[in-house]
């Protein structure tokens, strides 16, 4: 399953990245799971996508939650609370 | 359009002017600024950065501005967010709000900034004398957009 993954502020700087094209297995079907395999790169990504981090996601720039199913072909976004205005 | 994202500066008299223009069943204009203050927690701050999720910034404000019009009998609204590098004094937000009377163009404008601080996808990162850092969000932005009861999307 493919999807487009999306990092964002603090997020993307701890992660050394601002996103990525992935490849996920098919047993990645929320974004809980999603966030779980990430982890798995340990590092910084272990660290920074913790549970218990101030963390939000957004599916189709829609804002999500760990049960939220994901599908190839998605778009998926993890970024910190948001401090415009 | 009534959500704006851009690097430039707004003027909002003339966007004040643009969106009653013609418009003589208007009886009331709420409007709020955000700008760039030069310290925040107790440090100073001489410039920042502010950074946006393009495509559902624009989704996230232009539902925040439905359900304005949703709960309130206003007219017109415009909501205009600056992104890229700011310095003290330069602005950041414009919202307007017209409607027929005072009290629902200021409560509609009131909610547009509180659900915006909360919910649209931007990131300020300030530089201090002591290097750069990302703005923490504030338990009190949520404290204020929880004023609000939730809209029916949140309740389902």
Redesign the interface.
């Known amino acids: 399953m493919k999807l487009k993954v999306?990092y964002?502020?603090?997020l993307s700087?701890r992660l050394g990245t601002r996103g990525e094209d992935l490849d996920v297995p098919p047993a990645v079907t929320t974004v809980a799971g999603l966030r779980t395999l990430l982890m798995g790169r340990g590092g910084a990504w272990e660290s920074a996508l913790a549970q218990g981090k101030?963390l939000r996601v957004?599916v189709n720039?829609?804002?999500a939650l760990p049960a939220t199913p994901v599908k190839s072909g998605d778009e998926v976004?993890f970024?910190?609370?948001?401090?415009?205005? | 359009m009534p959500v704006r994202i851009q690097t430039q500066d707004f003027d909002a008299g003339a966007e004040i002017a643009a969106l009653r223009r013609n418009r003589p069943e208007v009886g009331a204009i709420a409007s709020f600024i955000?700008v760039c203050r030069d310290a925040n927690d107790g440090t100073a701050v001489t410039k920042m950065t502010?950074?946006?999720?393009p495509?559902?910034t624009e989704?996230?404000l232009e539902n925040i501005v439905a359900e304005a019009k949703s709960r309130w009998n206003v007219m017109e609204v415009l909501v205009v967010?600056r992104v890229g590098e700011l310095k003290p004094i330069d602005q950041?937000?414009l919202v307007v709000v017209t409607g027929a009377h005072r009290g629902e163009a200021f409560s509609a404008c009131e909610f547009i900034?509180d659900y915006?601080?909360?919910?649209?996808?931007?990131?300020?990162?300030e530089e201090t004398p002591q290097g750069t850092r990302?703005?923490?969000?504030?338990s009190s932005d949520d404290e204020a957009a929880q004023r609000w009861s939730p809209p029916k999307a949140d309740v389902a």
């Open positions: 999306l964002f502020a603090a700087e101030a957004a720039q829609e804002i976004a970024f910190p609370p948001v401090t415009g205005g | 955000g502010l950074e946006h999720y495509g559902m989704r996230a967010h950041i937000v900034m915006l601080k909360t919910r649209a996808p931007f990131w300020k990162k990302w703005v923490e969000a504030r």
